[in-house]
């Protein structure tokens, strides 16, 4: 497993804007797949964007289609969350997770490392 550090989370209203990180250390010569999950309170984790190790390909649920956008940087080791045009339903803790693979899937199972999340809240 490798430490994950997310950060960017916040209090924003509803038409507001946030960019989460996800850092991950150590990882070093390895091509690996990334996803963000999130999981608000009494729902089950469910997956939000997922992108492959080149960054050439990412996916969405529908409901965050046309609002966020992941991308990475992978010389700092680093994914990011743009969200845009924030919803309070939106609201939920966010999590990275990292596979040992390059390319992304929907799956919480499928990814070994995760970071400690960062929460997100959109007030209305």
């Known amino acids: 497993q490798v430490p994950l550090v997310e950060s960017g989370g916040g209090l924003v209203q509803a038409g507001g804007s946030l960019r989460l990180s996800c850092a991950a250390s150590g990882r070093t010569g390895r091509s690996y797949a990334v996803a963000w999950f999130r999981q608000a309170p009494g729902k089950a984790r469910e997956f939000v964007a997922g992108?492959?190790?080149?960054?050439?390909?990412?996916f969405y649920i529908d409901d965050v289609k046309g609002r966020f956008t992941i991308s990475r940087d992978n010389a700092k080791n680093t994914v990011y969350l743009q969200m845009n045009s924030l919803k309070p339903e939106d609201t939920a803790i966010y999590y990275c997770?990292?596979?040992?693979?390059?390319?992304?899937?929907?799956?919480?199972?499928?990814?070994?490392?995760w970071g400690q999340g960062t929460q997100v809240t959109v007030s209305s």
């Open positions: 992108i492959n190790w080149t960054g050439t390909s990412s």
């Open positions: 997770a990292t596979r040992n693979f390059p390319i992304a899937t929907t799956r919480p199972s499928d990814f070994s490392s």
